[in-house]
Nanobody, 123 residues
Framework: VQLQASGGGLVHTGGSLRLSCVAS????????MGWFRQAPGKEREFVAA????????SYQNSVKGRFTISRDNANNAAYLQMNSLKPEDTAVYYC?????????????????WGQGTLVTVSS
């Protein structure tokens, strides 16, 4: 599966962005999807994940209540709605897919990655 992420940009503290990840291939609905981020000088970290059906999600503690992951299997897409953004959310955000099917938080479980989209939150 090939992934294309988009939707990043520059926002002020407290603003919102919606990231999209469009996948190619016929088996999108069998993959769990995840969003990860990497800030300058830091390791890539888990943000959110959703299982193959959309019935189960998982979030990093720092984004709970602010970010929402969702998916549309009919359109081969996953989304990350980000509200109440903070400067510490600034990073390159990556979408990823895993054929495990479950909403895993482990970066090494994901075998397919998009190219990343930059989110910058100004204070």
């Amino acid at each position: 599966v090939q992934l294309q992420a988009s939707g990043g940009g520059l926002v002020h503290t407290g603003g919102s962005l919606r990231l999209s990840c469009v996948a190619s291939g016929r088996t999108f609905s069998s993959y769990a999807m995840g969003w990860f981020r990497q800030a300058p000088g830091k390791e890539r970290e888990f943000v959110a994940a959703i299982n193959y059906s959309g019935g189960s999600t998982s979030y990093q503690n720092s984004v709970k209540g602010r970010f929402t992951i969702s998916r549309d299997n009919a359109n081969n897409a996953a989304y990350l709605q980000m509200n109440s953004l903070k400067p510490e959310d600034t990073a390159v955000y990556y979408c990823a897919a895993t054929n495990y099917g479950r909403a895993t938080t482990t970066v090494n479980d994901y075998g397919y990655w998009g190219q990343g989209t930059l989110v910058t939150v100004s204070s």
